[in-house]
T-cell receptor, first 117, second 111 residues
Framework: DAGVTQSPTHLIKTRGQQVTLRCSPK?????VSWYQQALGQGPQFIFQ???????QRGNFPDRFSGHQFPNYSSELNVNALLLGDSALYLCASSLVVLGKFMNTEAFFGQGTRLTVV | QQPVQSPQAVILREGEDAVINCSSS?????VHWYRQKHGEAPVFLMI???GGEQKGHEKISASFNEKKQQSSLYLTASQLSYSGTYFCGTESADSNYQLIWGAGTKLIIKP
């Protein structure tokens, strides 16, 4: 089992550009959550996808958007990049149990380190 | 609102014990604990649910005081492999059942 895989591992972009990050969940998992982690901070919840729909969203602007495909993989898109978007972006997959999204173990990918210059 | 973790950092000798605390001002549905080593993904340790249910690894113990909205993670007879940053994530109706993460507790184990 490959676990959660994210690509790319590192990325450097210029302010104003757009970026797409990708995540393949652990085999058998149907829910993907995205987090932004600044250096020395805890992860900040961006949004969660289940059944190809955004089910939950954190306090992030509309520049952050996502998508989930029928095979449960997911993309995170960020438009009009700002310097403050520089962070580690983590994807976590889990399995919905009895309609509960959050009270199950989540498996995290290694993350994508995004640097905006 | 972000849960508060304490201490911010702790340095132990191998074999010593540590307690990491997580407190919230919100009525919690669950508390999640993860450990993250430098440059690696966070790894699941434990979930504590309102009502007393716990899911986690056998060697990890934790408590959840529902009245005080506090959770503690107990690390006994620490090993070098325990080093890392420990995060608690809290889930509540107030957060619309999103996980809100604390700032982390950095644990350093010395031989």
């Amino acid at each position: 089992d490959a676990g959660v895989t994210q690509s790319p591992t590192h990325l450097i972009k210029t302010r104003g550009q757009q970026v797409t990050l990708r995540c393949s969940p652990k085999s058998g998992h149907d829910t993907v959550s995205w987090y932004q982690q600044a250096l020395g901070q805890g992860p900040q919840f961006i949004f969660q996808y289940y059944e190809e729909e955004e089910r939950q969203r954190g306090n992030f602007p509309d520049r952050f958007s996502g998508h989930q495909f029928p095979n449960y993989s997911s993309e995170l898109n960020v438009n009009a990049l700002l310097l403050g978007d520089s962070a580690l972006y983590l994807c976590a997959s889990s399995l919905v149990v009895l309609g509960k999204f959050m009270n199950t173990e989540a498996f995290f990918g290694q993350g994508t380190r995004l640097t905006v210059v | 609102q972000q849960p508060v973790q304490s201490p911010q950092a702790v340095i132990l000798r191998e074999g010593e014990d540590a307690v990491i605390n997580c407190s919230s001002s919100k009525a919690l549905y669950s508390v999640h604990w993860y450990r993250q080593k430098h440059g690696e993904a966070p790894v699941f340790l434990m979930i504590l649910l309102k009502g007393g249910e716990q899911k986690g690894h056998e060697k990890i113990s934790a408590s959840f005081n529902e009245k005080k909205q506090q959770s503690s993670l107990y690390l006994t007879a620490s090993q070098l492999s325990y080093s890392g940053t420990y995060f608690c994530g809290t889930e509540s109706a107030d957060s619309n059942y999103q996980l809100i993460w604390g700032a982390g507790t950095k644990l350093i184990i010395k031989p």
